[in-house]
């Protein structure tokens, strides 16, 4: 019983593990959408009326920190748009880290497309990360009177659309934020030519391109939890771009504990260590399914439920058709529960398999109906010849669950026994008199 205990442990240990999954979700939140005033300068490059600026957030549990954005060999980073993305091509920056905040206030610096992993500006005297706007209660420091109008000069200032669509305007919410405790050690491969120093990629404005691929890129740092540290939301990318944007994310995360998890958008290969998260790849595809872990077909990483998808109730049971105790009703495999002549795990094969016995010696006389029992079960057997009797129930994987002496007797035995305390299901009853042993199944429904 060990090893059937082990695997049911093993189980419920999974479905407890993804209900403790550190990333909790993925936030896509539409920033700003541009407008024709926007759309008239020309020292950042060409920005096209209604293109939308997205922010992408990391929902982790409270506690546990980003530190890696990536793609590998076996998990690719990718993001792209159905139009090419937009960078700012005077002050634009791959990394979010390296904006200065007084640029922020030029042009279209504002709406420049970057990865990041939290941090949105720096300066000598405070430094910002990303932080839902409609979180941000502390104003804002671009877009309107906080922007210079770009080329046109625009009296009123760019980034002033207050297009509903896109939530809260950037005039009264920059989505930026103060923290004391800020990452250190950043790192990145694969973005940046370590030749050049140029960024061809859709981050950099060298070359216009609609998609980023790679299977050896990322961005790290020490760790970093939300300004929230209760929400914890880290941001980790903003786009700008006129179409639909898509992407696969992969993100390291220091959990709770302080050890590290990757958890990855595709599970075509999944490492030791690796976690999938379909959240992690957008437009996100939402999968139902049962949520009853009785049932095969229980899924439990879903996003919502389908009771009627819940159909084939787990038989746990032997599969094997060459073993003693094959059950033809298992549709759940336990290995361990399989008995052979000669090889039992260490259970007792005579009552594990009854059946196997009747070749083996003359049975004792007894009858026991009926079979299906609703309630209760009769035994009847003619005289022992004054030998003391008992009995025996057993469950199907040899474990007994109860004994009963009846006594000795001369005379023919009838015993009504109550099977009320039994779940339904498929039973072993044993007899024994003397040095005779005999058994048989019947089924409680």
């Known amino acids: 019983m060990k090893k059937i205990s082990g695997i049911l442990f093993f189980v419920f240990m999974c479905g407890a593990f993804q209900l403790s ?78 904006f200065s905040k007084v640029r922020l206030g030029e042009n279209t610096v504002a709406l420049d497309s970057w990865l990041t992993l939290g941090q949105t500006t720096r300066n000598a005297a405070k430094t910002y990360f990303g932080i839902l706007k409609s979180d941000d209660t502390d104003g804002s420091i671009i877009g309107g009177a906080n922007n210079d109008g770009g080329s046109a000069a625009i009296a009123d200032g760019l980034l002033a659309n207050n297009d509903p669509a896109a939530g809260i305007p950037l005039t009264n919410a920059d989505g930026m934020d103060t923290m004391s405790v800020l990452p250190t050690n950043w790192a990145d491969y694969g973005i940046i030519d370590i030749t050049s120093g140029v960024d061809s990629t859709i981050f950099g404005s060298a070359k216009s391109r609609n998609e980023f691929i790679s299977n050896d890129a990322g ?44 958890y990855v958008a595709n599970d075509s290969i999944l490492l ?92 004792l006389p007894f009858n026991l109906f009926p079979s299906p029992a609703k309630n209760q079960i009769t035994f009847q057997s003619p005289s022992f010849g004054g030998a003391a009797i008992s009995y025996s129930l057993y469950n199907m994987t040899g474990e007994i669950i109860f004994r009963q002496n009846i006594g000795s007797s001369y005379s023919p035995v009838e015993v009504n026994i109550d099977l009320s305390f039994l779940n339904a299901g498929i039973y072993i009853f044993q007899v024994e008199s003397g040095s005779l042993t005999d058994r048989t199944v019947f089924i409680k429904e």
């Open 21 to 98: 999954a550190q990333v909790e979700n993925v936030i896509v939140e539409k920033y700003y959408i541009s407008d024709l005033n926007d759309a008239t300068d020309t020292i950042g490059g060409g920005l096209p009326d209604r293109s939308t600026t997205y922010r992408i957030y990391i929902d982790l549990i409270a506690g546990s920190k980003l530190t890696k954005i990536y793609g590998d060999i076996n998990h690719a980073l990718k993001i792209s748009s159905t139009e090419v993305f937009f960078n700012n091509e005077a002050d634009g920056q791959t990394f979010a880290k390296d």
């Open 219 to 262: 961005l790290q740092n020490s760790g970093v939890t939300g300004v929230n540290p209760d929400s914890n939301l880290v941001l980790i990318a903003q786009l700008t771009t006129k179409g639909e944007i898509s992407f696969e994310l992969n993100v390291v995360v220091i959990d709770t504990s302080g050890n590290t998890v990757n």
């Open 272 to 363: 030791s260590g690796e976690v999938l998260n379909r959240s992690l790849k957008y437009p996100f595809a939402q999968v139902c399914g049962c949520p009853d872990p009785r049932y095969l077909e229980y899924i439990g990483d879903r996003d919502c439920d389908a009771l009627d998808s819940c159909r084939n109730l787990i038989v746990f049971g032997c599969m094997d058709t060459m073993a003693c105790n094959y059950n033809p009703d298992a549709n759940f495999n336990l290995e361990s529960l399989c008995c052979y002549p000669g090889y039992c795990n260490d259970r007792d094969i005579s009552v594990v398999c009854p059946g196997l016995i009747y070749k083996m010696h003359r049975s």
